[in-house]
C-alpha cells in the first residue's frame, strides 16, 4: 500500500469554513468533521505523516473588526484557529486516531508550544498534529501558516483542501468561461492575479519551492485520492 502513495509526508490545510460546511450558521458541521477525520485516519492507516493547518474563518475572521486595530483583531483569528484545532483534536480521539495540537503562541494549558524539532518527532510516532494560532504574527493568513509549517517540517506537499474543486483562469462564480486548470506555477498565480490563495504564500511557496495541491473538500476521500496521485484539482508547482 505505502509503494502505492504519492506523497509519504503531508500538511494539509483545512480552512475553518470547511468545518462548518453546510451547517446552516452553525459554527460546526460535525458530521461532515468527522468524515473528514475518518478520511485522515485512512491516511495515518497507509503510514501517511499528517500535519493539519486548520483556519478560524468559521468562527472569526481578522478582516471583519471594521475599525478594530488589525493585530488585535488577527490575534482573535488566532484564538478562533487554537478553538478549530482542539475540535479537531477531539473528534480524531473519539475515532481512535492519536492526535496532538501544537500553537505558535503559549497556551499551555490547551496545547504544546510548536517547535519543529519535536512536531517531526510527533510525526514520526504517527500522531496526527494539528497547528494552531497561524504563525503566530498578525497580518499573515492560515495559507501562509500552512506553506511555512510545511516548509519547516519537510512535507512533501500542502494539500490545500477548498470549497472550490480546482484553480481556475478566472472566477467561475462570475466568468462562465474560466477554464480549469490541472497545473499552474506560483509565478502565474501571481502574474495574474488569481485569489486561489492569498500572494505572501504564493511568493513563499515559490521561493522555497513547495509543491502545492488544491483540489475540493466537498468529497473528504478527495485526500485520499490525491495522496495516491489521482488527478484531481490542480497542481501548483
Same mark, same amino acid.
Given at each position: ?55 478560524? &474563518? ?6 471583519? /473588526? ?7 483583531? @488577527?490575534?482573535? !483569528? %488566532? =484564538? ?45 510516532? &504517527? ?6 494560532? /497561524? ?7 492560515? @495559507?501562509?501558516? !500552512? %506553506? =511555512? ?89
Amino acid at each position: 500500500m505505502e509503494d502505492q502513495l504519492k506523497y509519504k509526508r503531508v500538511l494539509i490545510k483545512l480552512s475553518g469554513e470547511a468545518l462548518s460546511a453546510g451547517a446552516d450558521g452553525e459554527i460546526y458541521n460535525y458530521a461532515f468533521v468527522e468524515e473528514v477525520c475518518r478520511a485522515i485516519k485512512k491516511l495515518t492507516e497507509m503510514k501517511v505523516q499528517v500535519a493539519i493547518v486548520v483556519g478560524g &474563518g468559521n468562527i472569526w475572521r481578522g478582516r471583519n /473588526g471594521g475599525n478594530m486595530d488589525r493585530t488585535r483583531a @488577527d490575534h482573535m !483569528g %488566532m =484564538l478562533a484557529t487554537a478553538i478549530n484545532a482542539l475540535a479537531l483534536q477531539d473528534t480524531f480521539e473519539q475515532i481512535g486516531v492519536s492526535s496532538r495540537v501544537m500553537t505558535a503562541i503559549q497556551m499551555n494549558t490547551f496545547a504544546e508550544q510548536y517547535f519543529k524539532e519535536k512536531a517531526v518527532s510527533h510525526l514520526e510516532k &504517527g500522531h496526527v498534529v494539528i497547528f494552531g494560532c /497561524g504563525t503566530g504574527c498578525p497580518f499573515f493568513s492560515t @495559507d501562509t501558516a !500552512g %506553506m =511555512l509549517r510545511a516548509a519547516e517540517i519537510g512535507a512533501d506537499v500542502v494539500m490545500m483542501a477548498k470549497n472550490i474543486d480546482a484553480v481556475y483562469s478566472d472566477d467561475p462564480k462570475k466568468n462562465p468561461d474560466a477554464v480549469k486548470l490541472e497545473e499552474i506555477t506560483y509565478k502565474e498565480i501571481l502574474d495574474k492575479n488569481l485569489k486561489v490563495i492569498d500572494a505572501a504564500a504564493a511568493a513563499f511557496g515559490r521561493e522555497n519551492n513547495i509543491a502545492l495541491h488544491i483540489f475540493g473538500i466537498t468529497d473528504p476521500e478527495n485526500l485520499i485520492r490525491a495522496i495516491k496521485g489521482e488527478k484531481i484539482g490542480t497542481i501548483i508547482h
